[in-house]
C-alpha cells in the first residue's frame, strides 16, 4: 500500500485478592503496568505479529493495607471510585482494613447527611492508618450522582452533554474513565470535541470543542496519548492529524499530519494512537474491502515508520492504552481479545458482556464504541444516521478487570505506649487554663458571648518585578510591540529595578529577535506569487497579493483577506519556515522566541524551534528559569515565603534542567534561616547551618520570636531532643515580650517517646488539650512537625500523623501573635524551620 507517513509529534491494576476476568496486562515474563505504551511500548518497539496468539493468565501485583477508622463508626469507603466490599460482594463499613494495590489512591468517606471526605495515601508494604474525625453537616456530593445512587447494569442511557454538540460519534474514553473525546457537527464546527466529568459517577459536562481540528471534511476516531498528543483521521483524505498543548488545562494550539495516503481512491476511516503514542493502529478502506494496518516509531518526536497490514481482531481498532486488549462488538457481545506483548498476536480471551441495545445498528468501519479500562462502561454511537445518538451503559457495578479492592473488619487498635511513672501527667506541674475553651461548641459559645474580631486581610504588594515581568508578558503576547519597547525603556529608568539590569538586557534581546521575525515574515509573504499556496488553519489557499500589510488569498469559494499581524502564530511561522536553510540555528531561535512569547509559553512548538537553535535556545530557556527565580529571591528577601515557594515549585516542575534549578537548595536555605528573627533571653544557641541547639540547661525566658505577628500560619520544622528532661516546643499568640506561658498558647515537644499522650506530652497544646497519640521519637532522633493555626482552629502533625485537631476561644486572649520557638529548659535542637502566613494574612 502506498503511504507516506510524516514527521510526528512529541507525543489498577491489582489486586489480586481475586483473579477474575483474566483481566490485567500479564506478560509471561514478568508483570505488565498499567500503561505499556509508556513502558513495553517504547522498550520493545513495532510490534510484528511473530509471536503466536496464546491464552494469557491473570496478571498479579503487590498489594498493601489500609487501615480506615470514622468517627462514628459505619461509613461507607471508597479506593479511587470503587466503594470497599467484602469477600463476600457486601458493602464493607468503617472501621475497616482494605487491601488495595501498591501506590497512589484517594480515599473516600461517605455518609447520608454528611459532606464527603477525601484523603490522598499512598500504599507501601506498610499498612496506612488513616482516621477521619467527624465531617461537617450538608449534603454527600457523591450519593447525589446518577451513577452512584443508581447502578444497574446494562440499560442504554443518552450522555446528554455529548448529544447537545451535535451528531457525535466515534467516542473514546481515557483509561481512567473521566474524559469522553468524540467528533461532531457542533455549534463550534466541525471537529474533534471533550466532555469530563469529577468522578465515574458523575455525568460528563458540557463539551468543549477543540478549533484547530476545525475543518469542512469529516473528522473521525479521536484517541488521546498519556502525554496529551490527539490524534484523528479524516477519511476522505485518507490522513491521519495530530495535536498537541503544554499541559491538561491549555489549549491545542499546534497540530502537524502524521500519516497519509498517496493515492486519492482509499478511506481512512478509523484510527487510534496507543497510550505512549509510539504505535499508531488505522482501518483503510478500498471499495468493499477493508484492512487494518500499524505503523510505529522509536521515540515521540520522530517520524512513523512505514506501515504495515496487521491482523486486528474486528478490523476497527478499540485498543486499551497499552495495546494488549483489543475489544470487539457487533450489538449484541462484547468480547476482549488478549496478547502478551506489542509483538505478539491476539487470542480470544472472554466474553466481557452481552447486552441488548434495541437502537444500535453495527457500522463496522467506523471507531463506533470504546470500552472503559476496568471494562465497566460501555459508549456508543447508535449507528452512521444523523440523528444517532451517543449512548452509555453500565457493564458492571465493581471493575471486572484491573483492581478489586477488599476489605475486612478492623480490629481494636492496640495500646503500644507504656505510661512512665515519671513522666506521667500525675506528677508533673499542671497549668491551670480556666478561660480557655477548647472544641467546636465552645468556640461557638465564644463568639456568641463575646465575639472577637475577624484577622483582617492583608493586601500584599507586588514586587516592581513582578509588575513589570507581567506586563511585559501581556505586551509580547498581545503583539504591542510599540508600547513593549516604551516599557522596556521605563524599566531601564527606574532606581527600583536597577539591580536587574541583566534581566532587563534579555527582554532587550528576545524583543529584537522578535522584530527580526516580523520582518522576515514581511519579507517572505511580499516576496510570493499569484496562486503560490498559502495555508491558513487547516484551509488551504492561493495567494493574491500582499498591500497595506493585508495577506489577500483566494480559496474555492471566495476571498480571505488577513492583516498580518492578526494571523494565527502557527500559520505565520508556517510561511517563514518553508523558506528557511537547514541548519539555519539563528533564523529558528527567532522563531522560537516568537513563538513563546505569542503562546505564553504554551505548547510544544516553541520547544521544538529552541531545540532546533542549539546552544542559543537552550540559553532562552535557561533565561526563563532565573527569571523565575530572580523573583522568588525577592520575595525572600522581603520575607513573603508564601510568595516564594510556589515560585521555587514552578522551577523545580517546568525548569528543573537549567542553572536556576542548581540555586533551588540555597534559596530553601535562606528559606530556613532564623536570622531575622529576634533573640530573646541569656541563652547561647548553637548555630549549625539551618539547626539552632539549645543545650541542656534552664536559661529563663530564652526563646526565638518570629519578625512578624501572624492570626494563620503554616509552621513546619526538624527537631530532636537530648537528655531526659529536654523539651521545647513552639508558642503562638505570643505579644512579643513578657512571660509567654501567661499569655500564649504552646504545643509541647518533648523527650518522652514511649509515654502514654495526655495534655503534657509531645504534640499536647501544653496544659489544655492531649494529642491522640504520642509520636515521639527517642533522644537523638529527627522528629518532624506540622502546625497550622487558621484564627481559632488548630492541627498538628508529627512525623507524619495527625494527633491534634481542635478549636480554641479566649476572649482575654490576643487572636493574633508571634511564633516563638521554646529554648528556656533547653536540651532540645530546630532546624529547617519554615513559617508560612496564610493565604492573603
Known sequence: MPLAITAGLGVVAVVLLFAFGVGGDGDPGGSVGQDQAAGVDEDQGPGDGAEPAVALPPAVQSTGTIRVETTPAGAMVLIDDQRVHNAEGKPQLSPCVVTASKGAHAVTI???????????????????????????????????????????????????????????????????????????????GRGVYFATRPSSFDEFNHPQFVPITRGRDRRASPSVTTRGLLVYAVPEKAAIWGAVRGGPLQPFD????????SKTSPRWTASQVLGGGLHLFFVESVGDVAKSFHASRIKTDVAFGPAEAFELPGIRPCLSGDGLRQYVFDGKTLVRWRRSSLRGRFARDET????????????????????????????????PSATAPMMMVRLHQRPNRGTLVVGTPAKPRPVVAKVDPKMSGKDRE???????????????????????????????????????MASWQKLLATRDYTAARSHLAAARRNPVLSDVDGLLEWDAQELASIEMFWKEARRVVSEMKPDDPVRIGSVKLKFVKFENDNLVCRGQAKRVERPLVKMAASDLVGLVESTLPAGDTAAQLRLGVFLYHDLQG?????????????????????????????????????????????LLARIEKTY?????????????????????????????????????????????????????????????????????????GVFFRYAGTGNPTTGALKLQLSSDA???ADQFSTGALFGVTAPTDNMAKPNGQWNTLKLR?????????????????????????????????????????????????????
Open 110 to 188: 461517605v455518609r447520608e447527611g454528611f459532606q464527603d471526605q477525601t484523603r490522598q495515601v499512598t500504599v507501601s508494604a506498610k499498612e496506612v492508618d488513616l482516621v477521619f474525625h467527624a465531617a461537617r453537616e450538608g449534603a454527600s456530593a457523591l450519593l447525589a450522582t446518577r451513577w452512584f445512587s443508581d447502578a444497574r447494569v446494562g440499560e442504554p442511557v443518552p450522555i446528554a452533554a455529548a448529544n447537545a454538540a451535535g451528531r457525535p460519534r466515534d467516542p473514546w474514553l481515557s483509561s481512567d474513565g473521566l474524559s469522553l473525546w468524540f467528533v461532531a457537527d457542533g455549534t463550534g
Open 254 to 261: 499546534d497540530k502537524q499530519p502524521l500519516a497519509s495516503s
Open 352 to 383: 466481557v458482556a452481552e447486552l441488548e441495545l434495541p437502537d444500535y445498528v453495527d457500522d463496522p468501519l467506523a471507531r463506533q464504541f470504546a470500552v472503559s479500562d476496568d471494562e465497566r462502561w460501555l459508549v456508543y454511537s447508535g449507528g
Open 430 to 468: 499542671k497549668k491551670s487554663a480556666v478561660k480557655l475553651m477548647v472544641g467546636p461548641k465552645a468556640l461557638a459559645k465564644a463568639v456568641k458571648e463575646s465575639p472577637g474580631k475577624a484577622a483582617k486581610s492583608v493586601k500584599i504588594t507586588e514586587l516592581p518585578l513582578s509588575t513589570y
Open 602 to 646: 504554551r505548547g510544544s512548538s516553541a520547544a521544538r524551534r529552541l531545540q532546533r537553535a542549539g546552544p542559543a535556545g537552550a540559553e532562552f530557556l535557561d533565561r526563563r528559569g532565573l527569571r523565575v527565580m530572580a523573583e522568588a529571591r525577592a520575595e525572600i528577601a522581603r520575607n513573603r515565603p508564601e510568595r516564594a515557594l510556589p
Open 656 to 728: 528543573s534542567k537549567t542553572s536556576a534549578a542548581k540555586q533551588v537548595a540555597g534559596a530553601w536555605a535562606e528559606l530556613y534561616s532564623l536570622a531575622k528573627w529576634t533573640r530573646l533571653g541569656s541563652r547561647k544557641w548553637e548555630v549549625d547551618g539551618v539547626a539552632w541547639r539549645a543545650a541542656p540547661g534552664r536559661s529563663a525566658g530564652s526563646l526565638i520570636v518570629s519578625p512578624r505577628e501572624m492570626p494563620g500560619f503554616d509552621l513546619s520544622l526538624e527537631w530532636k531532643t537530648e537528655g531526659e528532661t529536654g523539651q521545647g
Open 754 to 756: 514511649g509515654v502514654a
Open 789 to 841: 493555626v487558621d484564627g481559632d482552629a488548630v492541627r498538628v502533625e508529627i512525623n507524619g500523623r495527625r494527633v491534634l485537631m481542635t478549636t480554641v476561644a479566649d476572649p482575654d486572649r490576643p487572636s493574633v501573635g508571634h511564633v516563638a520557638l521554646d529554648g528556656i529548659t533547653g536540651g532540645i535542637t530546630y532546624r529547617k524551620v519554615l513559617l508560612v502566613p496564610l493565604a492573603g494574612r
